[in-house]
């Protein structure tokens, strides 16, 4: 399990180190471009890859397969995930607080943020009690996606917007604690890997188009 993790962090460090490489080059070539693209593009990949884990039948087998491989152990439930989901969330605006200063003003920034949850938020519940997927532990039919991994992922994108460019290693830290919560789902049994994939896109592609939109 532990090495399913690694492999985890591991793929969602190398999406953000993409991420920021894209968002260097957009500043440089277009003087604060947005970032339009790859928001869109990355969170509708982790969005369709978590779906085709998770409806597609050899993919499902693949989750299942996983799933087995990470429960092999019989280790008990850790509850870190359950408060720890929000923290990129409240960094953003904590640091506008103490002075560090965002890309936007706070007010704007919370709209901005507040918005994009909204939107996921609409999505997520729709997904959930639309395709009314069971959790791998059995408990409940709302697994896909993933709302805890929802959460940590749409804080990270906000704070990777808001902090990304002057302050980087931010927004590493905001995605690799977003990539813990999504591992720890799965370590818990609470989520397939599609829930978590599609969870992480949903956060990301939500905060990109609200910012494509009102940005």
């Known amino acids: ?64 397969g996983l799933r087995d491989a990470a429960q092999a152990d019989g280790h008990s439930r850790v509850n870190i995930d ?4 929000y923290l990129p969330t409240a960094v953003p605006p ?50 896909f996606p993933s709302g805890h991994t929802f959460v940590s992922f749409t804080g990270a994108e906000v704070l990777r917007r808001e902090y990304g460019t002057d302050y980087p290693w931010l927004a590493v830290a905001g995605y690799t604690v977003a990539a813990v919560i999504g591992a720890l789902r799965v370590y818990n049994n609470r989520h397939w890997v599609g829930d978590v994939l599609a969870g992480a896109g949903l956060g990301i592609l939500s905060v990109g188009v609200v910012y494509t939109l009102f940005d």
């Open 82 to 85: 359950d408060y720890a989901q």
């Open 94 to 143: 904590v640091l506008n607080i103490c002075g560090v200063k965002s890309r936007h003003s706070l007010k704007k920034m919370a709209l901005l943020e507040g918005v994009s949850y909204l939107l996921g938020a609409a999505l997520l519940n729709a997904g959930k009690y639309g395709f009314a997927v069971q959790r791998p532990d059995g408990t409940t039919f709302n697994s």
């Open 1 to 64: 399990m532990l090495r399913l993790c690694l492999y985890w962090i591991a793929l969602m460090a190398l999406v953000a180190a993409l991420l920021f490489r894209a968002t260097a080059q957009e500043e440089t070539d277009s003087t604060r471009c947005r970032s339009t693209l790859w928001s869109p593009a990355v969170g509708t990949t982790l969005l369709a890859s978590g779906s085709a884990l998770t409806f597609v039948p050899v993919g499902n087998s693949l989750a299942i």
